[in-house]
């Protein structure tokens, strides 16, 4: 009986150092391959998770987030400041969504971010795969600085056209 527990717990050992352990999987972190991508995970261990493609005037990357997070709360995730620019910059930012729909990627929502947040229509719910694209657009005032250069550099050109001349 003692050999039989001692050859048991002998071909346990080598059966153990034959095959590898694998460590608790988090995610698809594991299953992912990212070449330069940030990969970004917002969910807890063991809840349904989808993975966005977020791109743009944010933090882009594969954002793996749980299922339910809404388009204002992935936004936020991003970890970006949406601001204004500089002084006499503007920026306005507009959010679009893209779903794949039968094999080819269709635009589902579009909204200025101002509008988006404002409003309180219902957002397309997020799903596997989905492209989220936020663009900034800078609209600048003229300023006196800009006015400063047309005027120095027509200066320029007149006094060059001046010496020509002569």
């Known amino acids: 009986m003692k050999h039989i527990c001692s050859l048991a717990c002998f ?4 059966g153990s150092l034959a095959w590898p352990s694998q460590a608790q ?3 698809r972190v594991n299953k992912i391959r990212a070449d330069g991508a ?16 977020v791109l743009g005037a944010v933090n882009a990357g594969i954002y ?5 997070t809404d388009l204002e709360q992935l936004i936020a995730l991003t970890g ?5 620019g500089g002084a006499g910059e503007s920026i306005k930012y507009t959010v679009r969504l893209f779903r794949d729909v039968d094999g080819q990627r269709k635009l589902l929502y579009e909204a200025p971010l101002e509008q988006m947040l404002s ?11 989905d492209v989220l694209m ?4 800078s609209k600048a005032r003229f300023g006196w600085r800009d006015a400063l250069t047309i005027v120095t550099s027509l200066t320029t050109v007149a006094l060059l056209v001046e010496r020509l001349s002569q």
């Open 11 to 14: 071909l346990m050992l080598i």
């Open 25 to 27: 999987e988090f995610g």
């Open 38 to 53: 940030a990969y970004h995970v917002f969910a807890q261990a063991g809840e349904a998770t989808i993975q966005v493609l």
């Open 64 to 68: 793996e987030v749980r299922e339910g």
């Open 80 to 84: 970006t400041s949406m601001t204004p």
């Open 119 to 129: 409003s309180s229509a219902e957002y397309p719910e997020l799903r596997e795969g």
């Open 134 to 137: 936020v663009e900034g657009v």
